[in-house]
């Protein structure tokens, strides 16, 4: 299934999103929250890192390696290979991202996985890191058989997009949780903070909404098991 408007133009549009959710996720986490750090004092700047390897690697990297197929005027090899070390890095990224998050209520003494946002970003990577194995197995190496790769693909691409949809949604939720936290503890409801995390929250789902466009679209000529085959 496609629509009848170009891909070109719709990446583009998700490239810009992309590069502006990147940005004012670091200026939120650098400039209102302090910084990022592996080990400190203040367990704040641990967790820091949570939203910003989620946003860029799961949510960003994530939605490129997605629109690499549409996007991308190069030939299926290339293409898939591309495809494939995107979602590795956003892969590790939002492990990583997971991780801190962890790391950060154990160093605090706070309780992991009590809200829907924990339920489904675990679900998230879970799945993701199914989405890539499956992927490196059947389409790349050692590559399944023609069969195989053809009755696999429709289902390897619709989980795709909704793995990557939950992801977006996800991160949502995880902005709404942060800020009715800060705002509990103080932080002014209509302050400058509070405005950059809800319009963080937008541009992030802009971004995701752009990129399904893109793969809804009509992209470079069709070859062998790209997203044309939906």
Request: net charge neutral; aromatic share 14%; hydrophobic share 50%.
């Amino acid at each position: 299934m496609a629509i009848g408007v170009k891909a070109l133009g719709f990446s583009f549009v998700a490239h810009f999103l992309g590069i502006a959710g990147a940005v004012m996720v670091l200026v939120w986490s650098i400039g209102f929250r302090g910084g990022l750090a592996w080990e400190a004092s203040n367990k704040n700047l641990i967790f820091n890192i949570h939203p910003v390897l989620m946003l860029i690697g799961l949510i960003i990297i994530g939605g490129q390696a997605i629109m690499s197929y549409k996007s991308l005027p190069l030939n299926k090899p290339e293409k898939k290979l591309i495809h494939l070390i995107l979602h590795a890095i956003a892969l590790i990224l939002g492990i990583i991202g997971i991780y801190t998050a962890f790391k950060y209520h154990n160093e605090s003494n706070i309780a992991n996985l009590y809200s829907l946002h924990s339920w489904l970003g675990l679900g998230v990577i879970i799945l993701y890191g199914i989405q890539w194995i499956y992927g490196f197995v059947v389409f790349f190496y050692p590559g399944g058989t023609e069969t195989i790769r053809s009755e696999s693909l429709p289902w390897h691409v619709l989980l795709g997009i909704f793995v990557y949809i939950l992801a977006v949604g996800t991160a949502t939720l995880g902005y709404l949780e942060k800020l009715t936290f800060l705002e509990n503890s103080g932080l002014a409801k209509y302050g400058p903070e509070a405005f950059l995390v809800n319009f963080t929250a937008i541009v992030t789902i802009l971004y995701g909404t752009f990129v399904i466009l893109t793969i809804l679209s009509q992209g470079p000529p069709e070859d062998d098991y790209s997203y044309s085959a939906i």
